[in-house]
């Protein structure tokens, strides 16, 4: 019952530096998203996928890239960190339209 | 543009009381679901209940249950005979029906249950 996984779970970066947050789930999900949360803040939006080949951008895509190979993996890219990107990022994924969402664990980043 | 309003920073309840949590929405369209998430300390998301804007009856789930207000945008969210693993910062969630698969938090309610 793996659900969805998320590695790393901690990071931390310089400036400048590139990374990528990996995403995976197994319960053969079309619908698979990221978002970021803010210290006192709820999620928001980075990037979605409702298959494999098709991304579009939510509410805060600037400074990131995601691509979607394969159904079960949904990576998102930093190509050049900054310290606003500081944050805990959630990944999700989803059966079908409005059905609820279901998260990893989450990975906190940290850019100095 | 959808936003969800929770308007309470922080609650705290007696263990074995209840606690009611507030949120508040703004949309024009009439097809939407709506959800409670809860965040332990472990920061995982746990969905806690979910409810269609198409159906009248209130949405319950064991201790939790909504109160569901289409008319004045209200979807509150009730948590009876509470225990300690309550204890969690609690999301109220938005998503627009059809093919719009995002979701809107809120700001979020941090629930304190105290012993």
């Known amino acids: 019952n793996a659900g969805v996984t998320q590695t790393p779970k901690f990071r931390i970066l310089k400036i400048g530096q590139s990374m990528t947050l990996q995403c995976a789930q197994d319960m053969n999900h079309n619908y698979m998203y990221w978002y970021r949360q803010d210290p006192g803040m709820g999620l928001k939006l980075i990037y979605y996928s409702v298959g494999a080949g098709i991304t579009d951008k939510g509410e805060v895509p600037n400074g990131y890239n995601v691509s979607r190979s394969t159904t079960e993996d949904f990576p998102l890219r930093l190509e050049l960190a900054a310290p606003s990107q500081t944050s805990v990022y959630f990944c999700?994924?989803?059966?079908?339209?409005?059905?609820?969402?279901?998260f990893g664990d989450g990975t906190r980043l940290s850019i100095l | 543009a959808q936003t969800v309003t929770q308007s309470q920073p922080e609650m705290s309840v007696q263990e074995a009381e209840t606690v009611t949590l507030s949120c508040t929405y703004d949309?024009?369209?009439?097809?939407?679901?709506l959800f409670w998430y809860k965040q332990p300390p472990s920061r995982q998301m746990i969905l806690v209940i979910r409810?269609?804007?198409?159906?009248?009856q209130n949405a319950t789930e064991n201790r939790f249950s909504v109160n569901f207000q289409k008319a004045a945008k209200s979807f509150s969210l009730k948590i009876s005979d509470s225990q300690l693993g309550d204890a969690a910062m609690y999301f109220c969630a938005y998503m627009s029906g059809g093919s719009n698969y995002k979701l809107t938090f809120g700001k979020g309610t941090l629930l304190t249950v105290n012993p």
């Open positions: 409810q269609e804007a198409y159906k009248q």
């Open positions: 999700a994924s989803e059966a079908g339209p409005n059905q609820p969402q279901h």
């Open positions: 949309t024009s369209e009439s097809d939407y679901y």
